[in-house]
């Protein structure tokens, strides 16, 4: 089983940035989907960006688009979330999963398709 964990989390001012890290553990975090997901209270946990095993194909929800950036670097087995022009709503758990059988067309937005989850890093965003 792969172990996940969040960090970069914080307070920030609307309209400021934060850079989430999810470092992997193992030698196997190359073929993996990876994805990240948020739950603010009262909410359901809902998708927000996901990138392929080899970095090729990504997708986000269109809240974040054109603002937030998932990448990868598979050689330090840690996925990242820059996150831009952030608003309050962005105010949520951010929450790093992976998927053991990556797909061959596309990336998974689904939570139901992962099967590794991190435990979290919270970022607030003040108005």
């Known amino acids: 089983q792969v172990q996940l964990v969040e960090s970069g989390g914080g307070l920030v001012q609307a309209g400021g940035s934060l850079r989430l890290s999810c470092a992997a553990s193992?030698?196997?975090?190359?073929?993996?989907?990876m994805g990240w997901f948020r739950q603010a209270p009262g909410k359901e946990r809902q998708f927000v960006a996901a990138?392929?095993?080899?970095?090729?194909?990504?997708d986000y929800a269109d809240s974040v688009k054109g603002r937030f950036t998932i990448s990868r670097d598979n050689a330090k087995n840690t996925v990242y979330l820059q996150m831009n022009t952030l608003k309050p709503e962005d105010t949520a758990v951010y929450v790093c999963a992976g998927e053991s059988s990556p797909r061959l067309v596309g990336v998974s937005t689904k939570e139901s398709q992962y099967d590794f989850w991190g435990q979290g890093t919270q970022v607030t965003v003040s108005s």
């Open positions: 990138i392929s095993y080899r970095g090729g194909r990504t």
């Open positions: 193992g030698r196997t975090f190359s073929i993996y989907d």
